[in-house]
């Protein structure tokens, strides 16, 4: 399982813990970054004290997290070095999950990212803040995000048991070397994990049936066992259950595969069985709609593929447009935080710079639609033109204002104007005191569109270079009260 770096390195003359982010190349999202850090805990015998990072810093091509000295080791080494104490460490992170806040926590997918959680030599854990699993989970690729994450997510079960139910997965994972659920045709195979009372392991068999029930016990088993509860305080359930468990495995060098258990006939037949319900579920699900469309009507499936040739020939809103239009409505799109129009007129390929942070502001301003009643985004230039009045509590300015373009050849032109946003981009020197109202930085941004005529006959927007962004000031727009 592939798991951050973690290493001492001397950082201004003191030693410091360092963990590995992302290569030196991958640019961090700055909207993690912003404010006062999120607190993080260190856990010791039932007692949870806050803990804080110092900084980022760039250490031998690699982004780095760098804090006070401790003797870390990933979480996923109770598969290998960790394995004669797998149950021990565990139950302590049960412990510790179970004093901790929902709000910390933030169980938005039913489980703690593994990368949120370390082990310390000494005997402690230390648990990280949501943003630095943000930050990890967003400059990640593909797969480690996979194995971090989603491979821990067990769909369908009773949300108070989930934890109860990572947990474990945990000790499944320690004791055979891989997640119970990571495979993608167990994932398919409605969660069945290979049974680890099948895997021929040195673990008890009272303890192979807890685990192995624990991840396959009925919603309705689910519930008796966790109540309503929030899923944290749940575990005290787990660990009133382990108490007494017995665990008898021994330290590894490297954690097995999940082929290596298919030279147990048992397990061998599980899985091939296994792969043909799952195989059969995927086909249905991926191909069977146009086998019966197929036999159902030809037709259809002609009328379906014109529609979609239709579509795909259908020219963007912005075609017949001017070459200084087609930047305008660039910015149009920007200020309304619509995604799709501001690359309407992208020539494929075409990269958006600011496709990142409009699509994280669009999803805050829907969320808070949703469920407060609440469009928190206000576009400065209508801000400016009612005479900028106090900002409603919660709402903030997102946009660009002074929109001017200039024509520097046939396809080359330069942008100007002025951004207003609720982010700071850098440290600008300036210190942050508490105010009454929100603080909005503006930006003058300057920025180069090359934009030429396509083959189909419309202009399309063929680069975009940022050429500067220069701080201007900080405001403090005063505030109204909703109601």
């Known amino acids: 399982m592939p798991v951050k770096r973690t290493f001492d390195h001397l950082i201004e ?16 999202p700055s909207y993690l970054l912003q404010g006062e850090k999120e607190q993080g805990y260190l856990y010791d015998e039932g007692t949870l004290t806050s803990w804080y990072w110092k900084g980022i810093s760039i250490i031998e091509g690699e982004r780095c997290l760098y804090f006070d000295h401790l003797q870390l080791f990933p979480f996923a080494e109770i598969a290998t070095k960790k394995r004669d104490k797998a149950l021990l460490w565990v139950r302590r992170l049960a412990d510790a999950l179970s004093r901790l806040s929902s709000e910390f926590l933030d169980l938005s997918s039913g489980i703690l990212p593994l990368w949120r959680v370390w082990g310390i030599e000494d005997g402690r854990l230390l648990i990280l803040p949501q943003t630095l699993g943000d930050l990890f989970s967003s400059t990640a690729e593909e797969d480690d995000r996979y194995q971090n994450i989603s491979a821990w997510v067990h769909h369908g079960i009773h949300a ?5 139910d990572q947990m474990g997965q945990l000790l499944y994972y320690a004791a055979l070397g891989f997640a119970p659920f990571a ?5 398919e195979d409605a969660f069945r994990p290979l049974p680890i009372t099948s895997a021929q392991t040195p673990l008890a068999q009272s303890t192979a049936a807890f685990i ?5 016990l009925s919603l309705t088993r689910q519930r008796d066992a966790a109540g309503n509860k929030e899923s944290q305080a749940a575990l005290s359930t787990f660990l009133e259950q382990t108490e007494k468990l017995a665990w008898d495995l021994e330290s590894l060098d490297q954690a097995p595969v999940r082929d290596a258990y298919l030279s147990i006939e048992a397990c061998r037949k599980f899985v091939e069985a296994q792969t043909k319900r799952a195989n059969r579920k995927i086909f249905w699900r ?27 020939l259908t020219p963007p809103y912005t075609a017949g447009m001017s070459q200084v239009q087609v930047v305008e409505e660039y910015y149009a799109g920007q200020n309304s935080l619509d995604l799709q129009k501001m690359e ?12 990142m942070e409009v699509t994280n502001l669009f999803v805050t301003r829907q969320t808070r639609q949703a469920y407060e009643g609440i469009n928190s ?23 660009v204002a002074d929109l001017g373009v200039v024509q520097q050849d046939e396809t080359t032109f330069t942008a100007t104007g002025t951004l207003y946003t609720p982010y700071s981009y850098a440290d600008e020197g300036e210190e942050q005191v ?3 109202g929100v603080p909005i930085y503006l930006y003058r941004i300057t920025q180069q569109f090359s934009v030429e005529l396509g083959k189909r006959g419309w202009y399309e927007i063929t680069g975009i270079k940022a050429v500067n962004v220069e701080f201007v000031e900080r405001l403090v727009v005063p505030t109204q009260k909703r109601f």
């Open 183 to 187: 495979d993608r045709l167990t994932r």
């Open 377 to 399: 985004q206000v576009d400065p230039n209508r801000w400016i033109a009612d005479g900028k009045p106090a900002l409603v509590e919660g709402t903030f300015l997102y946009g």
């Open 160 to 164: 108070p048991f989930s934890l109860c």
């Open 13 to 28: 003359g003191e030693l410091m813990r360092c963990i590995t982010i992302a290569p030196q190349e991958v640019e961090l």
């Open 344 to 355: 309407a007129s992208l020539a494929k390929g075409t990269k958006n710079p600011a496709s």
């Open 286 to 312: 991926k191909k069977g709609w146009i086998v019966i469309t197929v036999v159902l009507s030809v037709g259809a499936v002609a009328w379906f593929t014109t529609s979609r040739i239709q579509l795909a």
């Open 212 to 216: 192995h029930t624990t991840l396959t």
């Open 434 to 436: 508490p105010t009454e």
